[in-house]
C-alpha cells in the first residue's frame, strides 16, 4: 500500500495548541459518514450492533426484510468484497455483534417463530462456520427471550443476554461453549435468570468481563420508574456476593434513570452512560469495585450532561479521560454528541464546546460506540421511514505539531505558513507518479473547497501556492489528500 507521511509546520498558534482539535473524519466514507446497506431496529435502539477492528475495519448487524446479516467495512468506509454474509431468517427486532480473536463473528437475534434467541457465527469471509452449532447456528431454547447483545469470554464461551417475558420482563443470559453446545456448568445448565419480586422489569443492555473473568452487566430496572441495574458474576454463572447487595447494585439516581453502555478503568473502577430525571438528561456515573458510588468523580458520582438526552456508548483513555456518544433530541445544535471528561468527571474544556462536541444529522438516533487509538467511530439509526442504519467516525485529535526533522517515512507533505490566510505553500513528494487531490473540509465533514482535482504529479518533490476561496470563514478546517481517487490522510490547518 502506498504511504504519505503527513506533518505540519506550525508558526504563531500556541494558544491554539491548548485546545482538542477534532472532526468528521474526511477519509472515510462520504464526508465522515457511511450509510449502510442493512436497517435499524423498530424495537429498542440500544445495544452493540457493530464492532470496531483494531485495523479500523467495521463490523455491523443489521436486518434487511425478515432476515439479519452482517456487513464489512474496511479502514476506508468501502465494503469488503471479500466478506459475503449468510442472511438468517429473523424478525429482526434486535441484533448484537461480538468478533473473536480468531476473525470470526457471532451475530444474535431473535428466531422468526417461537419468540426464541439464536446465535450464529460466521468465518472471517461471512460463511457460516458449521463447527458452530447446528450448520453455524447455536439456539438457546428459551422462549420469550429477547435478545441485547452477544459477547465473547477471553476463554472462548458465547455469552448471550436479554430479557425473557412472560408477563413481566426478567434478566436472562445464556452461555455457549466455544462449540456452540450449551455450557452445563454456568448457572442452572447453562441459563442464567433474575427476577426480583418487587420489580417488573430487568433488563440487561451491555456487559463486559473483568480481569478476574468475573461478568459485569448493566442496564435497567423498574416498577413504575426505572433504576440503574448493575449485577456481577461469578465464572460459574452465580452472583458475586462481594458486589453491592447479593451481586446486585440498584441505583435511582435521579429517578428514572436508565443505563446503555459500561466501561471499566484499568484501577477496577466502573463507569456507565445512560439518563435519568424526569426530564432526561445524559449522565456518567463511576462506582467502586465493590459497586458503592465513586464519590470523588463528578457530583458525588455523576457527572450530568442536561444539554444532552442520554449517553449511549463509552471508552476510556490510556489517560484516562472518558469520552461518551450521545443523543440530543435538539436537532437544530445536532442531535449526535460526543462528550470528554476528565478522569475526575468534569468536563474537559479543551473539547469542543464545554466538553461536548456535535454534529448536524436529523431524524437519527446514534447507538453505540467504538473508539480505536484517535478514531471514534459511532453507529445510529433513523428514527422516521426506513430504519437505515449510519455510521461515523471522527478524528478525535487532527494531526497537528511541529515538523520533525529526523521523520524517514517517505514521501511527506508540508504546509506552511499555519495559521493560513489567503494564501499557503503546500510542499510533499512522491515515491512514484500519481493523480493527486486536495480538498478541504469543515469540522463536521462538509467539503468547503478543492484545491486540486485528479492531476497528474511526477515522482520527486513538488511545492506550490494555493488560495484560499472569498467564502472560507476564519476557523478550523481539515485537508484531505487524496492519491489515485482515495483519500489516505486528513491534517488540521487554521485559517485565520
Known sequence: MKKIALCLTLVGIAGFLSAQTLGLDAIFGVNGKVVTGLNGISGSPYGIDFVGLPDGEIMIGGSLADYVGLEKYDNAGALDPMFSTSLIASDGLEVGVAVQKDGKVLLAAENPVGLSTFVARMDAFGKLDPSFGNGGIAQTSVTHFWVHNVFVQSDGKVVVFGDEWTNFSSFSAVRFLSNGTLDSSFATNGKLSIDLPDYTYEVPIAMLEQPDHKLLFVGTIRYFTGNVL???????????????????????????????????????????????????????????????????????????????????????????????????????????????????????????????????????????????????????????????????????????????PNNSVEPSLWVYPNPIAEQFTLKFGLTQKEQVGIHLFDMNGKQVQSFVQNQSFEQGEHEINLFCADHLAAGNYALSLEVAGKKLSSIQIVKR
Do not use: C
Not at 434513570?257 to 439518563?275: E, N, R, V
Not at 450530568?304 to 484516562?320: K, M, N, Q, R, S
Not at 433530541?329 to 461536548?356: C, H, I, K, S
Open 230 to 404: 448493575l449485577v456481577r458474576i461469578n465464572p460459574d454463572g452465580t452472583r458475586d456476593d462481594t458486589f453491592g447487595e447479593g451481586g446486585l447494585v440498584i441505583d435511582p439516581i435521579e429517578g428514572n434513570s436508565s443505563a446503555y453502555a459500561l466501561a471499566l478503568q484499568p484501577d477496577g473502577k466502573i463507569l456507565l452512560t445512560g439518563d435519568t430525571g424526569p426530564n432526561p438528561q445524559a449522565i456518567v456515573a463511576r462506582y467502586l469495585s465493590d459497586g458503592t458510588r465513586d464519590l470523588g468523580f463528578g457530583n458525588e458520582g455523576v457527572q450530568y450532561l442536561p444539554e444532552l438526552y442520554e449517553g449511549v456508548g463509552i471508552a476510556v483513555f490510556p489517560d484516562g479521560k472518558i469520552l461518551t456518544a450521545n443523543w440530543s433530541t435538539n436537532a437544530t445544535l445536532g442531535n449526535l454528541a460526543l462528550a470528554q471528561l476528565l478522569p475526575n468527571g468534569q468536563r474537559d474544556q479543551a473539547f469542543g464546546d464545554n466538553g461536548v462536541f456535535r454534529i448536524i444529522n436529523p431524524g437519527m438516533h446514534p447507538r453505540a460506540l467504538s473508539l480505536i487509538g484517535n478514531k471514534a467511530t459511532v453507529s445510529a439509526r433513523k428514527l422516521t421511514g426506513t430504519n437505515q442504519k449510519q455510521l461515523f467516525r471522527f478524528l478525535l485529535d487532527l494531526n497537528v505539531g511541529t515538523l520533525n
